[in-house]
């Protein structure tokens, strides 16, 4: 049963290789997603860190930079 | 209606959603790979090989399904004046790509035990090639221009011309004489597939829509913070 799940009648090669390349694919797409997503964030969360208060409090006033600041790591 | 499009309104829905796709995406994978793998039964002629039919088809499918998506919002964008969805244009883009990528690489997987050669310059394979290159243009058009409005107008031209491909990709099987087989299922009429095959089809497809809309979700998130950081700068 498990050799014929991993030789699959002499195409497992090629069956295991062409789902190999899709999930590689699919686990460097993430990656690289997630990797320049937490970069624009820690990129945001330090120039907020840079505001004086007068603009920190500006720039909280919309909703979005709250929610941005709030999931840190939603993800 | 528009209205409700705006990126301030749909963040904090966008932001919390990814980690919920990402488990329901993993466990219809799973599934998926479940019945690809080990529970769908080997074709009469093909044998194993048509298991890569499981990853193949649906990637094909929903690279298609994104061009023809970015194609739509990009000219819908472009008349009423709608920046977010050149937004989700631009974030559904890497997905697509990747997609085609992959229906071209299993496809040229399975091309060679079943047509002995992994290339063919066949007319449903060169257009599918020649999608990725236009996905690539649409994808380097937002990183050579940096007029918005350039950018906009550039990337729907791209996609219009692309989307001139997709019936031809579609159709190239029934009107040219191609190794590549006619489609084995049909919405409109009976399909040839049996349902035994088709229900593993469906699982993977419906794992890869949930993929491309995880990666869509996390991309537009980060559209969404490049946009406030320049904002940040402006205060």
């Known amino acids: 049963m498990i050799n014929e799940t991993i030789l699959m009648n002499g195409y497992g090669l090629y069956v295991w290789s062409a789902f190999a390349f899709t999930l590689l694919s699919f686990a460097s797409l993430y990656l690289i997603t997630k990797t320049q997503y ?15 208060s007068e603009r920190a409090a500006s720039a909280k006033s919309q909703s979005i930079n709250r929610e941005i600041l709030s999931n840190i790591s939603s993800i | 209606m528009f209205k409700y499009f705006e990126p301030n309104k749909i963040f904090s829905v966008t932001s919390k959603a990814p980690k919920y796709v990402l488990v329901l995406f993993i466990t219809v ?30 990637a094909a499918w929903i690279s298609l399904g994104i061009f023809s998506s970015l194609t739509i919002l990009s000219i819908v964008g472009y008349i009423f004046k709608i920046r977010n969805f050149f937004l989700i244009s631009k974030s559904l883009a890497p997905s697509g790509l990747v997609f085609n990528i992959v229906a071209l690489v ?35 058009a937002w990183r050579i221009y ?18 001139i491909n997709v019936p031809i990709i579609k159709y190239s099987v029934d009107w040219w004489n191609t190794l590549h087989q006619p489609a084995s299922i049909n919405i409109l009429s009976k399909s040839s597939i049996h349902i035994s095959m088709l229900v ?14 995880l990666i869509f979700l996390m991309k537009y998130n980060t559209e969404l913070i490049k946009i406030k950081n320049k904002g940040l700068d402006r205060l």
């Open chain 2, 200 to 213: 593993p089809l469906l699982i993977m497809t419906a794992a890869f829509a949930l993929f491309s809309l």
């Open chain 2, 146 to 163: 940096e007029n918005k409005d350039k950018v906009f107008r550039i990337t729907t031209v791209i996609t219009i011309l692309g989307m």
């Open chain 1, 38 to 52: 937490v970069r624009e964030k820690n990129k945001f969360i330090s120039k907020f860190g840079t505001l004086n």
């Open chain 2, 29 to 58: 994978l799973s599934i998926g790979l479940a019945e690809a793998l080990i529970l769908s039964p080997e074709d009469y002629k093909q044998s194993h090989s048509v298991r890569i039919m499981y990853v193949h088809v649906p």
């Open chain 2, 106 to 140: 299993t496809g040229s997987i399975w091309g060679k035990p079943t047509w002995g050669t992994w290339w063919a310059w066949d007319a449903r394979i060169t257009s599918m090639l020649i999608l990725v290159l236009f996905y690539i243009m649409y994808l380097v």
